[in-house]
């Protein structure tokens, strides 16, 4: 009886623990519309897998993080990603790296925010000025730290973070992220220069600025 009752408990575990694990797959881009009719196009959660026995080495291969970005811009800076788009052997592995060059006295990695991955970061080269804001409900706090050579520092996902260069040379700096397509979203360019514009009605008072302020700010994104 003792077994029979151990062998009833034992499978409405089992069931309960397949409830339990059951969850919507993480999203691996920014929206996965379902559609009725497959003629008007498929796409999956990330992406197609290629035949494993059509694998080969130069899918895990990518070269070129030697050579330093183009900071010669508005921000200063320039991120080189390592993402699915650019190394296809990343698909489903859940990371992914960047390399981010800054330029001397002030070049800044804007703040923005990764949708889908946390961040991970470590100076290779320079000074970093470098912090994130937490979420509303703890009070939008701002943690913050100067980096040096070889220092690291966690971005947690979702949250608005930056990079600043405060140094006199140039800054080299590595992260990797816990998604192979983390997205990110640039605060100043989504708010002030999407496609088509916010209704500046929507800023002035969002912001609190004068109309005319946030006309001009969106004519320069």
């Given at each position: ?135 509303n409900q703890d009070g939008n706090r701002l ?48 708010v002030f220069g999407s496609n088509p514009p ?20 969106q004519s320069r994104f």
């Open positions: 009886m003792k077994s029979a009752y151990f062998l009833i408990a034992f499978a409405l575990l089992a069931f309960a623990s397949s409830f339990a694990s059951a969850y919507d797959p993480s999203p691996l881009q920014d929206f996965c519309v379902a559609i009725n009719d497959t003629k008007n196009g498929v796409f999956v959660n990330g992406k197609f897998c290629k035949d494993p026995k059509l694998v080969v080495a130069e899918d895990f291969f990518l070269s070129g993080f030697d050579k330093p970005g183009n900071t010669s811009n508005a921000v200063g800076s320039f991120v080189t990603p390592a993402f699915v788009e650019q190394l296809l052997g990343l698909n489903t592995l859940g990371v992914s790296l960047v390399r981010i060059d800054f330029a001397p006295y002030g070049g800044l990695n804007p703040p923005h925010t990764h949708p889908r991955g946390t961040e991970i970061l470590v100076v290779q080269e320079g000074t970093l000025y470098v912090g994130f804001v937490s979420s943690f913050t730290k100067v980096l040096n050579k070889g220092d690291i520092f966690v971005f947690p996902i979702g949250m608005i973070h930056f990079q600043l260069n405060i140094g006199k040379t140039p800054a080299v700096a590595f992260a990797a992220l816990s998604s192979q397509n983390p997205g990110t979203i640039t605060i100043a360019n989504s916010i209704n500046p009605d929507v800023l002035t008072k969002a912001f609190m600025l004068d109309k005319n302020v946030v006309k001009y700010l």
